[in-house]
């Protein structure tokens, strides 16, 4: 079945670097999205890789290796804003995404 | 900027009750969704629709749930008799043709007590 794996939760200061792990298991794969939550609210679009390499959307970044099964969101200079749960999801045929079990960042001043 | 809504925003009913769940999604979107996520779990899929039709659904989506576009602007998730485990916030979602980012409305949070 589908499965992705990424850690429960995260703590780090305002200013600092935090990377995000997402590893995958699946057949069908299209490409990783990366979303954000906050609690009590949407999830919201960050980015999206098909192809393997770096995607760069200012403070985020987001990271691809598809013979690795695996990717990764860097979240730099951190705010304490960001603070929020942060999913990876992989996309399938038919655009479904199927998301992962979200890690919690904590930012702390 | 366009958003997705959904209408009601707390929807409390009894078991074995038909709910409603409305969305309006953005308007020039072509693809259309729905996901559930219940308090403090993941996000889960529910199904996807596009030309008039369902494009994929999951084990979740049985026969109790049904969508339907009755117009050029809603969207809607039925569920004919409600279980307690159907208790979640259940979010709308639409997206662009050629386009991979899915816009999420507001949520719905469904109580079945």
């Known amino acids: 079945g589908q499965s992705l794996e990424q850690p429960s939760e995260v703590t780090a200061v305002e200013g600092a670097i935090v990377q995000i792990n997402c590893t995958y298991q699946?057949?069908?794969?299209?490409?990783l999205s990366w979303y954000q939550q906050h609690d009590g609210g949407a999830p919201t679009f960050l980015s999206y890789?098909?192809?393997?390499g770096l995607e760069e959307t200012g403070r985020f970044s987001s990271f691809l290796s598809r013979s690795d099964s695996y990717g990764y969101l860097l979240l730099q200079e951190l705010q304490m804003k960001d603070s929020a749960s942060y999913f990876c999801?992989?996309?399938?045929?038919?655009?479904?995404?199927?998301f992962g079990g979200g890690t919690r960042v904590l930012v702390k001043p | 900027e366009p958003e997705v809504t959904q209408t009601p925003s707390h929807q409390v009913t009894q078991m074995g009750q038909e709910v409603i769940l409305r969305c309006v999604p953005i308007?020039?979107?072509?693809?259309f969704y729905w996901y559930r996520q219940i308090l403090g779990q993941k996000v889960e899929f529910l199904v996807s629709?596009?030309?008039?039709?369902?494009?994929?659904k999951s084990e979740i989506f049985d026969d109790q749930f049904s969508v339907e576009r009755p117009d050029g602007s809603n969207f809607t998730l039925k569920i004919r008799s409600t279980k307690l485990e159907d208790s979640a916030m259940y979010f709308c979602?639409?997206?662009?043709?050629?386009?991979?980012?899915?816009?999420f409305g507001p949520g719905t949070r469904l109580t079945v007590t």
């Open positions: 979602a639409s997206g662009r043709q050629g386009r991979d980012e899915q816009y």
């Open positions: 699946t057949s069908g794969f299209y490409g």
């Open positions: 629709f596009y030309n008039n039709e369902i494009s994929e």
């Open positions: 890789n098909a192809l393997d």
């Open positions: 999801a992989e996309r399938a045929a038919g655009n479904k995404l199927t």
């Open positions: 308007s020039n979107h072509l693809y």
